[in-house]
């Protein structure tokens, strides 16, 4: 007993793992195979005796089995084909949707960048500015501190002539008095 209800066992098991296997279409080998398998059976059915007549019901019953078996793998297969054009549908779709959603960030790049390329150029314009004006400005304050410098050595050269003009008067003040002096002593 304990047998058999081992056998039943495995037998439940090798059902349970063939209907959890995602449905496939059978290759190619495995029809031919059927059918001679099928072909066999029927050609050794005798429909003279009823033990075969029984026998070969069953063989038609196995073969409408295995008939039936085939076209719900076929309608099965043709229903993933359904399934994954849709899918691939579905994905060219999104992917196609991703594409558009790219181009417009990378025009929006494109344009930002062009706006920053734009105001760098005109920084770098403004700068180049700067600098020659810093440069014209720098010419003009050089040119204005030589003629300050000028005027400094000019005011200088003044300063000594007024200094030595000074002593001069001073001289001639001091010489114009002794001069009264003399002139006052002789009068006497």
Excluded at 39 to 46: F, Q
Excluded at 164 to 169: A, G, T, V
């Amino acid at each position: 007993m304990s047998s058999l209800y081992t056998r039943s066992k495995e037998y439940t098991r090798s059902r349970k793992t063939q209907s959890d296997s995602p449905p496939s279409s059978p290759s190619p080998i495995a029809k031919t195979l059927r059918h001679e398998r099928l072909s066999r059976l029927e050609s050794a059915t005798n429909p003279t005796t009823s033990d075969s007549s029984s026998y070969g019901d069953r063989a038609s019953s196995r073969s409408s089995a295995y008939t039936r078996r085939e076209n719900r793998l076929a309608s099965l297969s043709a229903r993933t084909e359904e399934e994954s054009n849709r899918d691939y549908k579905k994905l060219y779709e999104s992917a196609l949707s991703e594409n558009q959603k790219l181009k417009s960030k990378l025009q929006e790049a494109q344009l930002e960048l062009a706006d920053i390329k734009s105001k760098l150029e005109k920084a770098a314009q403004q700068k180049q500015e700067k600098t020659s004006d810093r440069s014209s400005m720098l010419e003009m304050e050089k040119r204005e501190k030589r003629a300050l410098e000028r005027k400094l050595s000019e005011m200088e050269e003044e300063m000594k002539i007024l200094t030595e003009l000074k002593s001069d008067n001073q001289r001639l003040k001091d010489e114009n008095g002794a001069l009264i002096r003399v002139i006052s002593k002789l009068s006497k």
